[in-house]
């Protein structure tokens, strides 16, 4: 069974930073891509950042300098380092294995939960 759980999730002023943390189970984690999703307050769930299995990164041009995705092949874990916060990151962040890439949540692959990130003005 692939279990996908993400964490690190939280509520902070503009400005502020938060790491989210997503770690994999039941898939190979280094022959995986593995992408970050989000879905705000009457927006779509779209795709935020993206690290392929060789290793190329793709980031959202909307948050491209202020977030950053790396990954822990030991822990079966990959990250998304999120700095100088702005309310309109407020969303549900969502981690998936194997989404191939897609623009769109749920698309394929397998998908966790979601942990809420809140950021007030």
């Known amino acids: 069974e692939v279990q996908v759980v993400e964490s690190g999730g939280g509520s902070v002023q503009a400005g502020g930073s938060l790491r989210l943390s997503c770690t994999v189970s039941g898939l190979t984690f280094d022959a995986s891509d593995m992408g970050w999703y989000r879905q705000g307050p009457g927006n779509e769930c779209r795709l935020v950042s993206l690290i392929s299995s060789d290793g190329s990164t793709y980031i959202k041009d909307s948050v491209e300098g202020r977030f950053t995705i790396s990954q822990d092949n030991a822990k079966n874990t990959v990250y998304l380092q999120m700095n100088s916060l702005k309310p309109e990151d407020t969303a549900l962040y969502y981690c998936?294995?194997?989404?191939?890439?897609?623009?769109?949540?749920?698309?394929?692959?397998?998908w966790g939960q979601g942990t809420q990130v809140t950021v007030s003005s």
């Open positions: 998936a294995a194997d989404s191939g890439g897609s623009w769109y949540c749920r698309h394929k692959g397998y």
